[in-house]
């Protein structure tokens, strides 16, 4: 028997539904069910809540019921324990789901019987460098880091250093060091390239610069990508939309590929050029 957790989209009643109905499916057939113990109370399904160390100990999937939020927070959860992520969309872009919610029970028939393949989405690993020393923050994201202006009405300037080498200075609202797979997220909205995410890359792309040039830059995964906080004005940093906190002056953000990649369930070849010609109505010609 197989142990199948999920995570379910904090605001939507669908997917408290969903997450009930697939958990009762699921343990009539003798399988493992997991929620976080929040999602748990939400599907009325107490007696199955987990807290967070035991929730992904042994897990064969982590199945997100929501948008790519949703997925974005299960991935997160499922990368040291190296546990594939299934997306049911219950969102609106649904870039990193994989079915739709009337598909979920197929899906996972389909998973269980071994019907599946794993698309590797690489990760970027960031580490927050503090200048009075304090111990170094350290943490992962599947789409991007995001350091941007913590005052509205003003610019920040960051110094980005590449490899070690200085490349530039730019005044800004902020910048995104983003993969191939958050190439489609707000990097896109700050008129970044589209990446395939069955890349390996950085893309580095500034949101708003106040210079000639406002080039995002395609990167090697394995280059490291320093952002230093210059000035007195401070920056916000949040990783995949989730905040992490405020990075002074003198502070630096340092990023490259990580290590762990997350592991995303599909069935058939990649759609992500269908899925990209759907999401901007694109037209055959």
């Given at each position: 028997m197989a142990a199948i957790g999920f995570v379910l989209h904090p605001d939507r009643d669908d997917a408290g539904e969903l997450g009930a109905s697939l958990a009762d499916w699921l343990v009539e057939r003798g399988h493992d069910v997991r929620f976080p113990v929040e999602d748990a109370v939400r599907c009325g399904r107490e007696e199955l809540g987990c807290m967070d160390r035991d929730l992904m100990s042994g897990l064969d999937v982590l199945v997100g019921l929501g948008g790519d939020g949703t997925v974005l927070r299960a991935a997160d959860r499922a990368v040291d324990e190296d546990v594939p992520v299934l997306g049911v969309n219950l969102?609106?872009?649904?870039?990193?789901?994989?079915?739709?919610?009337?598909?979920?029970?197929?899906?996972?028939?389909?998973?269980?019987?071994?019907?599946?393949?794993?698309?590797?989405?690489?990760?970027?690993?960031?580490?927050?460098?503090?200048?009075?020393?304090?111990?170094?923050?350290?943490?992962?994201?599947?789409?991007?880091?995001?350091?941007?202006?913590?005052?509205?009405?003003?610019?920040?300037?960051?110094?980005?250093?590449?490899?070690?080498?200085?490349?530039?200075?730019?005044?800004?609202?902020?910048?995104?060091?983003?993969?191939?797979?958050?190439?489609?997220?707000?990097?896109l909205s700050a008129r970044g390239p589209i990446v395939d995410p069955r890349h390996?890359?950085?893309?580095?792309?500034?949101?708003?610069?106040?210079?000639?040039?406002?080039?995002?830059?395609?990167?090697?995964?394995?280059?490291?990508?320093?952002?230093?906080i210059q000035g007195p004005r401070s920056a916000h940093l949040s990783l995949d939309g989730r905040s992490v906190g405020i990075v002074h002056d003198g502070d630096a953000v340092v990023c490259r590929a990580a290590s762990a990649p997350t592991r995303l369930v599909r069935f058939g070849p990649p759609t992500f050029h269908r899925v990209l010609k759907e999401k901007f109505g694109l037209n055959d010609r």
């Open positions: 969102g609106q872009l649904g870039y990193l789901t994989t079915v739709e919610p009337g598909q979920a029970r197929v899906a996972l028939k389909r998973f269980l019987a071994g019907s599946y393949e794993l698309d590797e989405r690489m990760r970027l690993d960031c580490r927050v460098v503090r200048v009075d020393g304090s111990p170094e923050l350290s943490r992962s994201a599947l789409n991007e880091a995001l350091l941007e202006r913590s005052e509205l009405g003003h610019t920040i300037r960051i110094n980005v250093t590449l490899d070690g080498e200085p490349f530039t200075s730019y005044l800004a609202d902020g910048m995104i060091v983003a993969t191939p797979t958050g190439s489609t997220a707000y990097a390996r890359a950085q893309v580095v792309v500034p949101v708003s610069p106040h210079m000639l040039f406002d080039r995002a830059l395609v990167l090697e995964a394995s280059s490291e990508v320093r952002l230093t």
